[in-house]
């Protein structure tokens, strides 16, 4: 199956600073990337997707000015939580999907806290 | 609008001995169905799927589930536990099999395997 890599894969940051979390698809061109995020012991919850060259589509709830979406190009995607505060602290996990492959594959994630 | 249940946020089994989880859905179209496996500090994998082909799916690690229409049901099981499959399991519907449709995640049950 193709492979989808996240980094940082922890990262601690103060409160007020911005944090920025990659994923790449490595071995294919991802057309669309979904970002999800999950509290512990709770399931996932899609923030958002994103299709190569356009603008971030974001579910209901979501801050589109706190968490920046960027896809541009089809082998990185990028989270940008701005002004972190520590309810953002969570596990944040994005996916990748193409016409090729007929499923999403998904990134190991990565903990964020915020101090 | 499409949804998932999982029945149980917890089941406990004893090695050796055969494990249900439990999934029920709701979807207007012909759904996708996926289930997942998420150990912990790790990222999530895909054990199997459903896209509208043969009923009974066959995963990995001996895992398999049924596709029941008249039900709406797709229960995971395998038929003999073993101490690695404790790890929380969620089950995952989408509207239709395509890329860049966006995963609805059940909220998960935590499989618990004793000696």
């Known amino acids: 199956g193709a492979v989808v890599s996240q980094h940082p894969s922890r990262v601690i940051c103060k409160s007020g600073t911005s944090v920025k979390i990659e994923c790449r698809s490595l071995?294919?061109?991802?057309?669309?990337m979904f970002w999800y995020r999950q509290f512990p012991k709770q399931s996932l919850m899609l923030m958002a997707t994103?299709?190569?060259?356009?603008?971030?589509?974001?579910e209901q709830g979501v801050e589109k000015d706190k968490f920046l979406i960027n896809h541009a190009s089809l082998t990185l995607s990028t989270l940008t939580v701005t002004s972190a505060h520590p309810e953002d602290s969570s596990f944040y996990i994005c996916?990748?999907?193409?016409?090729?492959?007929?499923?999403?594959?998904f990134g190991p994630g990565t903990r964020l806290t915020v101090l | 609008a499409q949804s998932v249940t999982q029945l149980d946020s917890h089941v406990s089994v004893s090695e050796g001995t055969p494990v249900l989880l439990r999934c029920n859905y709701s979807s207007s179209y012909s759904p996708s169905l996926f289930w997942y496996v998420q150990h912990p500090n790790k990222g999530l994998q895909l054990l199997l799927k459903y896209t509208s082909a043969a009923t009974l799916v066959k995963g990995i690690n001996g895992f398999e589930a049924e596709f029941k229409k008249s039900e709406t049901s797709f229960h995971l099981t395998k038929p003999s536990a073993h101490m690695s499959d404790a790890a929380e399991y969620f089950c995952?519907?989408?509207?239709?099999?395509?890329?860049?449709?966006?995963?609805?995640f059940g909220k998960g049950t935590t499989l618990s395997v004793s000696s």
């Open positions: 994103s299709n190569e060259g356009s603008k971030a589509t974001y």
């Open positions: 996916s990748a999907s193409s016409r090729l492959y007929n499923e999403q594959f």
């Open positions: 071995d294919f061109q991802a057309t669309t």
């Open positions: 995952v519907v989408s509207d239709q099999n395509q890329a860049g449709t966006a995963l609805i």
